[in-house]
């Protein structure tokens, strides 16, 4: 492992500790753990969190995919976010993928396929409504979700992959996201690249990084937020001029003020009133693509 990954590792579960310290299960949350969509034990492991009162019905899903640069992270990082999301009326998927750089491109674009399938296979059996079929992912996460809903809308960019079938979200949540990977240039994004890419990024990989290229009319209604002092600020605001020239519905947040500053992935701390708005308005949206559906003719 790369100095930088280790000490990335390192210095994001510190904080990630900090923020959700003492946090427990809500009482109102039924959740299913450790359930496994892949062979890899360790890696390959997702939860499923449900308000308890819906026993036996079919609620709306949210997939979620953390965020963490491609190096960290797992499901326990982000039970309390998903759960929170829960709350709101949803049964969510919160999954472990495979990082680097145990792990090379595209290992977390295939697990979230096979996460994908694996909701579509156990919709019976979890009460998932997957005709409300929604997905949520930060930073890294909005990445590999982005990438994720090209593959299913654009078949010149699934041709470069081999990836089971797969249903699309009928909308997405893209938080902080960064949509453009360069090996060049200032923060630590390029070098996390020589760890995440085959061959240091020398290779078509690097080319498929940059999904504004590969984001079609099809591609699916996106709630797209950032904050005033999130480091991918610049990648929200040119991911909305694609998805405006390609004529693809979304809603755009910028959160924070001037007096009030908020940084990257704020709205996975629940416990502050800014997560909570977010977390409200991102619910809604998708709640909104619903009710839209249900009023079409």
Known sequence: ?????????????????????????????????????????????????????SEGKALPVIVS???????????????YYCMDLAKR???????????APEFRFPAPLEDAALVFRWAADHAEEFGFDMRNLFAVGD???AHLLAQYACLRVNPEYAAHFSLPDGPLPR??????????IGLSGSGVTPLLMTDYLPNRGLTKARRLMNLYPFITDRFPP????????????????????????QDV???????????HRLAHVFHCDIRTPDAQMCNDETCAFFFGQMEKESKEP
């Open 1 to 53: 492992m790369s100095q930088l990954s280790d000490r990335i590792r390192k210095q994001f579960r510190e904080s990630d500790d900090l923020r959700d310290a003492g946090l427990a299960t809500p009482p109102e949350i039924r959740r299913q753990d450790d359930i496994r969509y892949g062979e890899d034990p360790a890696w390959q492991v997702l939860d499923v969190y449900r308000p308890a009162a």
């Open 65 to 79: 995919l953390h965020g963490g640069g491609w190096v960290y992270g797992d499901k326990e990082r982000y039970q």
């Open 89 to 99: 009326g949803f049964a969510v998927v919160n999954f472990t993928y495979r990082l």
């Open 139 to 141: 930073s890294a996460g």
């Open 171 to 180: 909308a997405v949540g893209l938080h902080c996201g960064t949509y453009e």
């Open 222 to 245: 996106a709630f797209l937020m950032t904050a005033n002092d999130d480091i991918f600020k610049a990648q929200a605001l040119k991911l909305s001029r694609r998805l405006t020239e």
């Open 249 to 259: 519905p979304f809603m755009f947040r910028l959160y924070g003020s001037r007096e």
